[in-house]
């Protein structure tokens, strides 16, 4: 249109031959036929122009006719793929219903054999202290917590001879590492459970069955605090690439966990260290540290099936 608008100010006896060389290969490719005219005058470009555009715009009505088409087409396949998905959906929920039930019946049975059978085994023990020195030295409370198996510690708590009288310590028994429970959920943090509110959702169940944020570990001086500052430290960079988008709900859930951590007196100075010890410092502690922490290992460590 601009060039037909060029033509049409030139005057007459005016150099066509750019314009000429211009529209040619495209009347060409169009299939248009400007062998008859002479190209002398405006005229005959001008015509070959206006047919070059009209051909032009035809080719755009179907090009356009051909969009709506598909995009009917294509809607209406959408509108079949969520019926059919609805479809599906209320054949199988029932099926799946069903089978949570069961599962759910499964899991409930088993856990009633556990209690029974533990039970069972401890009614053998000569005395209620054997009974409970049974349960602490087998670590079974810290096996449970690094499961996260919350079902599974309160049946080991109400087994105990007292319950009420012996639960506190039994939950604030140190391992053989030195590690208390919340201590070793401390270290397991993870970012996963951080990102659906899973983590501090256990935490909060183990603080209510009594376990005790005081705890300090005599050999690295931390609290189950410094513990899942150390464990963030060393994952901070797949926590930032992750969370990057959600930072500050991640900011806000990690401020919370820690507020629940926290000892009744403050954190100790090895937990503020954590907090400032730049990125050399934290590969050299963690490297003097690295004996420790690999004995406290339930998932790579040997021991776990001996554990359990």
Known sequence: TTHMSCIEDLSEGSDLSRYIEMISPLAETLSISCETLSYETRRDVMKCFRSVSDKLTQQEQKTNENLNTTRQMFSKLLSEIEECR??????????????????KAKLESLANDVHEEAKTILNKSENDESCYKAILDSNAIHVCTAYKNLTFIKILLELLPEPAKQKTKALNHFDLCGKSVLMLVAKRASNEELGTGEYRQFVISLLSLGVDTNLVDTKTGLSAL??????????SRIIFEIYHQNAELHSQEVSQIEELLTPFEGATNADKEILVVDEEDSVEWEAES??????????????????E
């Open 290 to 307: 690295d004996e420790s922490f690999e004995d406290e290992s339930f998932e790579e460590d040997d021991s776990t099936d001996d554990q």
């Open 86 to 103: 609805s479809k599906v959906v209320e054949n199988v929920q029932p099926i799946i219903e069903e089978k949570l039930v069961k599962e």
């Open 226 to 235: 410094g513990y899942f500052r150390h464990s963030l430290q060393n994952s």
